[in-house]
Each structure stands twice: as structure tokens, then as C-alpha cells.
């Protein structure tokens, strides 16, 4: 399907430019709220937003649309994207949004959309959305106008929903834990459901003013994570994203660990568990290549899907897996949520740490990563892809690699990027025909 607003996680963009307008946001809320306008109940949206300064316009802007076509709003103010999904659900909303750019700094905003059950949409309704937004609105008589209210506890619902994925009769207490949320969506509840869990908690990125949003802190900049978890002597790390629903972890060393091995101690220890389903994890065309080789030797399989964590948890729901995510350090556990959710991940983590008794940097690095190179090339309009001499380039990449690793070249889903990644035993080689590859593109 050929997308012409929405990308791999909703519509997404520089505030104030197209497509990430307040105009825009109007016209989504008026499209959406059509959309779901189904049956002869009062309809309700669930909107949820991060911490960045166009916030505020965006839900303005979004309440306007939805309440227009007759639907009622209930604003949660700043809460991670997976606290939406939940909130969604539980209070049987028939939509759910958050304005988000997720990973981005402070000056793009996004708009993601969940259904009735919590899940993102699929490509059928964001289509049809899509559609919709080519058409004048379908504005309601005045007196169908909806209503919008804001509710205050909604940090609190999702704390106590985070702070239940954890073992029973398990503490966290005596692990001193750094959290960097951002300065995002998580800065209030990530530190306190630690806190009640028994952490000895040091927060840092827990101070938004709506412009330092993943500026030189969360799970993209963990230089300053990495620091203070030396510095205080912390046993570990946990970085998030703008949004939440992404981790990073940080050994007590001041190593970066990777959704990678998050993904193999949660899917092995699960697996030995017995609750782990479908014989093994979903992740991306992106994760390492040792990943693969260490759930084999689990006896687990590794389910590639494309870049997207909309498609891991797809293939999760399509073949019952109940673990999945991605090298970037979304983690879906099907169990507890419907969409990525770095608090509950980390909870995971810690849980494990308490029970192994060992320190973080022996627990978990479970597999030696492959040399892997990732490169994005950015580019200003056409297909690069599809000239020849980029073609030859690949073809050469892939046949120099053949048997020794793997090549993954795609078009980015929210930037005008061509990433480049290859991975395999020989790292100058990967280095090589990574090399080879973004040269050939830049010519393109």
C-alpha cells in the first residue's frame, strides 16, 4: 500500500511544516473520529502526548476535529505511548491517540493512532483514514458536538498496570537504579513505580520544558545515563525514549546493552519458564545475527519480520509468539500490553537481575554480537534504490557476503534516509560493502 501521510509508526514530521500542521491535526481528528464512528453509542477517543512544546497545539487541535464529527474526548496529558494503548482499552474507548515523535528532539511531532482493542491500526484502517482526509468532513449538527474532558489519574492507572507485570512477592529493594526518561512522557511514572517497587532510585532526564525532549539524555544519547550509573554506583541502567516505548539498558559498568540481548534473557528465561509461546521471539530484518544463532542454540527460533514494530507485533498476533521487538529497544510482551513498552521491559530486566543474584554485566550479554554497520544516507527526492548502479551495488554486497552474513538496505519509514546496514564475521569486509553501497546511493 502506498502511504501518503501515515509511515512505519503513524504520521509523522516537523511541527508546522506538512504534514505535521494544526491544520493536519484537525483534519485527523475529523477523519479518525468518522472512521470509527460505528453503531449508536457515544463514541469516546482516549488522546495521550508527550512532553514537547507543540503538544499543546496538536491536542487542541485533534479535540477540535474529533469533537466536530461527534465525538467525545478524554485528554490524559503527558503519558507513554503504551499507557494510551492501555488506557484505550480499559476504559472502552473506540480510539486512542498520542502525539508523539517519539525518539525525535522537541521540534517534530507525530500523531499515533490505536483501535478499540489497544493495538495500532492496520494498513486497512489507516487506508481508509488516509481517504477520508481527501474529503470535506463529515461535521455533525450542534447539538451532536461532543465532549472533551481531562482526567488526572490516568499516570496513576498506569503505574498500578506496569507495577502488575512485575513477580508477585518480589522487591526491588537494595538495587540502586539510574532512569533516564527523556525528559519525556515517563518522567513522573517510570521513577515512581520503581520507587514503589523498593528501588533506590536516581532520576535523570525527568525535567521537560518542552524543548530538551531526548536532548543528550534517553535511550538515543546515553552518554549521560552511562556516567551517572558509574558514577553512583548503581547496579543499573534503564534508558527510555521520548514516548516510553523503547529501552536501552546500562550495565553497572557503563555498557550499553541492546534490545537484542533484552529480547534473549527475556525469551530465555520465559522459555525456561514454560510460558514462552511459539517456540521462540519476533524481531526485525535489523537484529544481529547473533541473536539468531544463540536462540538456536536454545532450541528457539528467531521470526524476521520488516523495520517496524507494528509488523513484530502483527507476526506475534498472526502466529501466537508472545515476545518480539526490536534491536532499538522496543520490546513487545504480548502478555502485558499491546504495543512496545520500555518500563514494563524493564521491569523484566530487573526482575531477572534480582533473581540471578548477579551482576547486570554478566546477565545480560548472552551472545557475542557480529560486527554489524549501520549507515543512513540521506537523500532529496527520487528512488535511489531503484538506480542501476545502486542494484550492482547490492548485488555485489550480497554476493561478497554469501554464507558469511547478512545485508539489509531499506527506505526509512518517517525520514528521507536510505539505511545501509550489513553484518557477517569479517567486520572489514562489512565495513567494505557498507562502504560500497552508501557511495553507490550518494551518486544515485
Not at 77 to 82: K, Y
Not at 117 to 130: F, P, R
Not at 350 to 365: C, M, Q, R, T, W
Not at 412 to 423: C, D, K, N, Q, Y
Request: charged share 20%; proline share 4%.
Amino acid at each position: 500500500m502506498t502511504r501518503k501521510y501515515f509511515g512505519t509508526d503513524g504520521i509523522r514530521g516537523r511541527t508546522n511544516q506538512s504534514p505535521m500542521t494544526a491544520e493536519m491535526a484537525l483534519k485527523v481528528g475529523q477523519a479518525a473520529g468518522a472512521h470509527f464512528l460505528r453503531g449508536d453509542h457515544r463514541h469516546r477517543v482516549v488522546i495521550g502526548k508527550d512532553t514537547r512544546l507543540s503538544g499543546y497545539m496538536m491536542e487542541t487541535a485533534l479535540v477540535a476535529g474529533f469533537t466536530s464529527v461527534g465525538m467525545d474526548v478524554v485528554m490524559v496529558g503527558p503519558v507513554p505511548t503504551p499507557a494510551v494503548a492501555m488506557l484505550t482499552h480499559s476504559m472502552r474507548a473506540d480510539l486512542g491517540v498520542m502525539i508523539s515523535a517519539s525518539h525525535n528532539k522537541f521540534a517534530d511531532n507525530g500523531i499515533k493512532l490505536f483501535g478499540p482493542t489497544g493495538y495500532k491500526l492496520s494498513d486497512a484502517d489507516e487506508a481508509a483514514i488516509e481517504a477520508l482526509l481527501e474529503q470535506p468532513p463529515k461535521l455533525v449538527p450542534a447539538e451532536a458536538i461532543g465532549r472533551a474532558k481531562r482526567i488526572e489519574d490516568a499516570r496513576g492507572r498506569y503505574i498500578h498496570a506496569a507495577k502488575a507485570t512485575f513477580p508477585p512477592r518480589l522487591t526491588l529493594d537494595g538495587l540502586k537504579v539510574v532512569i533516564d526518561c527523556a525528559n519525556g512522557a515517563a518522567y513522573q511514572v517510570a521513577p515512581s513505580a520503581l520507587w514503589e517497587l523498593g528501588a533506590e532510585v536516581t532520576a535523570i532526564g525527568v525535567a521537560p520544558n518542552g524543548l530538551n525532549i531526548n536532548d543528550e539524555c534517553g535511550s538515543t544519547d546515553t552518554e549521560l545515563l552511562r556516567t551517572t550509573v558509574v558514577e553512583t554506583g548503581a547496579h543499573v541502567g534503564l534508558a527510555l525514549d521520548g514516548d516510553a516505548d523503547r529501552l536501552i539498558v546500562v550495565d553497572e559498568k557503563g555498557a550499553i546493552v541492546d534490545g537484542d540481548q533484552l529480547m534473549a534473557l527475556i525469551g530465555a528465561s520465559w522459555h525456561r519458564r514454560g510460558v514462552l509461546k511459539g517456540g521462540g521471539i519476533v524481531a526485525t530484518v535489523m537484529s544481529n545475527l547473533g541473536l539468531e544463532r544463540f536462540l538456536d542454540g536454545q532450541g528457539l527460533i528467531l521470526e524476521r519480520t520488516t523495520v517496524g514494530d507494528r509488523y513484530v507485533l502483527e507476526t506475534m498476533r498472526a502466529k501466537g509468539y508472545n515476545v518480539g521487538g526490536e534491536q532499538s529497544g522496543h520490546i513487545i510482551l504480548a502478555d502485558h500490553g499491546t504495543t512496545g513498552d520500555g518500563l514494563v521491559a524493564g521491569l523484566q530486566v530487573l526482575a531477572e537481575l534480582v533473581l540471578a543474584g548477579k551482576p547486570a554485566s554478566e546477565l545480560l550479554n548472552l551472545f557475542e554480537p557480529l560486527p554489524q554497520l549501520l549507515r543512513n544516507v540521506r537523500f532529496s527526492g527520487g528512488a535511489p534504490l531503484d538506480a542501476d548502479g545502486v542494484r550492482a551495488a547490492i548485488a555485489d554486497g550480497e554476493a561478497r557476503l554469501d554464507g558469511r552474513g547478512r545485508l539489509v538496505i531499506r527506505k526509512s519509514g518517517t525520514e528521507p534516509l536510505i539505511r545501509v546496514m550489513a553484518e557477517g564475521d569479517d567486520e572489514a569486509l562489512v565495513a567494505d560493502v557498507v562502504d560500497s553501497i552508501c557511495a553507490a546511493v550518494q551518486a544515485a
